[in-house]
């Protein structure tokens, strides 16, 4: 998949009524899940505000069972939650059903890898967004809001080409983690899911810089068998405020800007592959925001000679976005 990997248009589901409860499925995670999930939950601080509960965190367990359930049919590797990702999935829900508003921009014109890397993640994510909206208040049950996501995501997982973004992310092997966040207000309903690529481990990266400086980036590939390849960063203006009705009318999003202040390929990066270390640096020349992709590849050892280099087929591994003022 080429590293410009752009969504799908958004899954606008409008329904006039609610949706009936089927048949509830056979659960597949089990207690140790559920319970390494709530242990997870307490030790996150980061966003507090939008922690799960028990209940909550059943559900989404519930539905990561649905979404692992369909990477299987395509023999691809089983997802985890990922409670960071879930607050910052859940934080864009209850925020877009407040605005009344839908899609993959907030109110502050904030990204989907600017709000994760905001509340402090470091690897690379893709969301996906549904949404609900028309008839009478909706109720907040637990088998009515789990039937409702799931009708969503596999609305997602079923779409076709070429309108068929959502679906290709479900299904994009390199994920690892992932990250589930709903809201519900009146008639209004948002769904969001978050997925995540947890390959490095990274050292401590500055939130924030004096434009002028040079930013360092260091840590390891904690996955065995990957060593780090090409490294892209990107420049951006910091966001602005958007309305409600100029969020209504975006559709997907870019995981990149049009705007390059480095190409490091394999040489031009420190990395060591028998510790996996890794380190590089580049220039915040101006005030804005820096979005940096790494890419691994797989038996890549970084010792190969200089050669022309392709991320063509590879995804980036890193979310990293640092603030220049």
Known sequence: MNARFRHGLLCLLAVMALFTVGAPNALSYTDADLRQAVSENEREKRLSEYKDNETTLRLKLEVLDLINENRSRHGLSALK???????????????????????HWNLRGEKPYQRYAFAGGV???MENASM???????????????????????????????N?????????????????????????????????????????????????????????VAVPGYGVFFATVYYEPIPGPMTPSELRGMGSYPDFTNTSVANLPYWRIE???????????????????????????????????????????????SGLVIRAD
């Open 132 to 162: 609900i909206q028309g008839g009478g208040p909706m109720t907040k049950d637990y088998a009515q809001v789990l039937s409702f996501i799931k009708k969503m995501h596999m609305a997602m997982y079923n779409e076709t080409p070429p």
């Open 164 to 220: 068929d973004g959502h679906r290709k992310n479900i299904l994009l092997p390199l994920h690892t983690h992932a990250g589930l966040g709903f809201s519900m207000i009146e008639n209004r309903f948002r769904y969001y899911e978050l997925y995540v690529d947890r390959y490095l481990e990274f050292d401590a990266v500055p939130a924030s810089v004096k434009a002028g400086q040079k930013v360092s980036v260091s840590g390891r």
């Open 81 to 103: 939650l990922d409670i960071l990702a879930c607050r910052v999935a859940s934080k864009t829900a209850s925020e877009a059903s407040q605005g009344d508003y839908y899609g």
């Open 271 to 317: 990395y060591d592959d028998a510790s996996g270390k890794f380190a590089f640096s580049f220039p915040a020349a101006r005030s804005g925001l820096y979005y940096v992709h790494i890419y691994i590849k797989k038996g890549h050892t970084g010792k190969e000679p200089p050669s022309s280099v392709s991320t063509a087929g590879l995804s980036p591994v």
């Open 123 to 125: 690897d690379h994510v």
